[in-house]
């Protein structure tokens, strides 16, 4: 270590390192629930899989997993906490990815503008569906008093429509 790095440690409080250590704690329970091949792709040092790998080994009895969590956060010391956290949410929510359009949100919003047109038309690409359902669900939405009530009815129009999947 450089001196800076030790000026700056020394200058950090207990109470500063101890919130930064349960932080990095936390983050290590985080890494436990995932997949192998989700670890494997966060190119993490072999120590700390190993560390993950005798968590899930390890009986729940005695406070053996959650030593085994302190040890992990202690192997996390020598982690980029933060580049870390930000590859877990880009797992978890994987934004890169363009999301495909929902047919049953593409379909519900077509059958709201057009009406019976936009039924016939998804009946020609989905036979399985019934006639008389989709016309009573955009029937009963037209009919609506109030916003509670077309929120409701878009939303059963929405849920039939999901079972096209």
Do not use: C, F, V
């Not at 390192?17 to 936390?26: F, P, S, V």
């Not at 005695?62 to 933060?82: F, N, P, T, V, W």
């Not at 999301?99 to 020609?124: H, R, V, Y």
Request: proline share 4%.
């Amino acid at each position: 270590m450089s001196e800076q790095e030790l000026d700056e440690e020394q200058l950090a409080s207990k109470s500063q390192r101890k919130r930064e250590a349960h932080l990095q704690q936390a983050l290590g329970e985080q890494l436990t629930q995932l997949k192998p091949a989700q670890l494997e792709s966060l190119e993490l040092p072999e120590t700390l899989l190993q560390g993950i790998a005798e968590y899930h080994r390890l009986p729940n009895s005695h406070g053996a997993r959650r030593r085994q969590l302190q040890y992990i956060g202690k192997l996390m010391r020598h982690i980029d906490s933060e580049a870390l956290a930000a590859k877990l949410s880009n797992l978890e929510s994987p934004q890169a990815e363009p999301q495909q359009p929902d047919l049953a949100a593409m379909w519900s919003k077509k059958i709201q503008a057009e009406g019976n047109a936009a039924i016939q038309s998804l009946l020609e690409t989905q036979p399985q569906l019934d006639r008389q359902k989709l016309r009573q669900l955009h029937r009963n939405l037209l009919k609506a008093a109030d916003q509670k009530d077309r929120e409701k009815h878009r939303k059963r129009l929405l849920d039939y429509l999901s079972e096209l999947h």
